[in-house]
């Protein structure tokens, strides 16, 4: 029976000083070779790598969700595939052959970072010779301010789309968000985010922007 590692790192609720979350792609890859293409209706598997049960179902529901918007049948991966088989190969190439899905779009977190910034305090030396006619106006206009330092949350996912008819990688994509507010909002703009950059790149279907 083929096992293969499970990976530690769950979706995570974060949260930043910095405030509202953005999604940005930093490196994506198109085999340029595949001939895998989608009709309306094909069935895909939504699969989101995470040894937390709740998180799993709560993101593969969300990106199969993403996945319809596009024109296709989504299936989330838990509905097939549970929790207790997962690291089992060969049961779960078995119980995703059986739902006649054409690829499958997989998501993990890969990483997490802080990152610190700051805006160094500024100084104004006031008139000191008189009070009202130096002092006053310059002194308060000279108050220090101290500046500021902020601390950034970045979540980097992997995002996969393999074809199962080959078993072949046809598209990678990583991407970052900074400053996720909850574990819910993350997974809702990021699946939107890889939705848009799969369709932007010729890879899923669909209307939505």
């Known amino acids: 029976m083929n096992r293969f590692a499970a990976t530690p790192l769950a979706l995570l609720v974060l949260t930043?000083?910095?405030?509202?979350?953005?999604?940005?792609?930093n490196t994506t890859?198109?085999?340029?070779g595949s001939t895998l293409t989608f009709a309306p209706g094909d069935p895909v598997v939504?699969?989101?790598?995470?040894?937390?049960?709740?998180t799993r179902r709560g993101a593969e529901a969300a990106l199969t969700a993403e996945l319809?918007?596009?024109?296709?049948?989504?299936?989330p991966a838990?509905?097939?595939?549970?929790?207790?088989?997962v690291l089992d190969v060969d049961e779960a190439r078995a119980r995703i052959r059986a739902s006649g899905a054409r690829a499958v779009v997989v998501m993990r977190v890969i990483g997490a970072e802080k990152e610190v910034r700051s805006s160094p305090g500024?100084?104004?030396?006031p008139h000191y010779g008189r009070f009202y006619g130096g002092y006053y106006g310059r002194g308060w206009g000279a108050a220090y301010s101290p500046g500021y330092l902020a601390t950034d949350t970045i979540v980097s996912v992997e995002t996969l789309v393999y074809d199962l008819?080959?078993?072949?990688?046809?598209?990678?994509?990583q991407s970052r968000t900074l400053n996720p507010d909850d574990a819910e909002a993350f997974v809702a703009e990021l699946v939107t985010e890889v939705g848009r950059e799969?369709?932007?790149?010729?890879v899923l279907l669909g209307t939505e922007p």
Do not use: H
């Open 16 to 25: 930043a000083a910095a405030g509202c979350s953005t999604t940005s792609f």
């Open 198 to 202: 799969m369709k932007k790149q010729g």
């Open 46 to 54: 939504a699969m989101v790598v995470s040894p937390n049960e709740s």
């Open 122 to 125: 500024t100084w104004v030396t």
């Open 29 to 32: 890859w198109k085999d340029s």
């Open 68 to 75: 319809g918007k596009r024109g296709l049948r989504g299936i």
């Open 78 to 85: 838990y509905s097939i595939v549970p929790t207790k088989d």
């Open 165 to 173: 008819t080959t078993d072949e990688l046809v598209w990678a994509g």
